[in-house]
């Protein structure tokens, strides 16, 4: 028999590729809701709305080191939440994950 983390895994790591992925795992996860794939959908929603509000703002900055910066703080939550998909955990991504957890609650 296999755990929840063991069902939502796939939905879990879909979630994090794109922001296509993300809503791919909203409706995989949205038959058989799965809390496991529930948090991870939410911290990649998360990271995904961040980098697309966060973008707008850095890119009126004409600076590579802000920009840099930006893209190396995104990928390292979007590579922080694969892994702990991937390990079957449910960490919340540094700084903003409890964030994420309460503005996006009512995706189930």
Known sequence: MKTVAEEGKTPAIVAYLTIIGTIIAYFMNNEHKNPFASFHIRQAFGIH???????????????????SAFYVFIAVLGIYGLVTAIQGEQKE????????????STIQ
């Open 49 to 67: 709305v961040t980098f697309y509000v966060l973008g707008v703002l850095v890119g009126l900055f004409d600076s590579w080191l802000i920009t």
């Open 93 to 104: 991504v540094p700084i903003m994950g409890t964030y994420f957890q309460k503005w996006f």
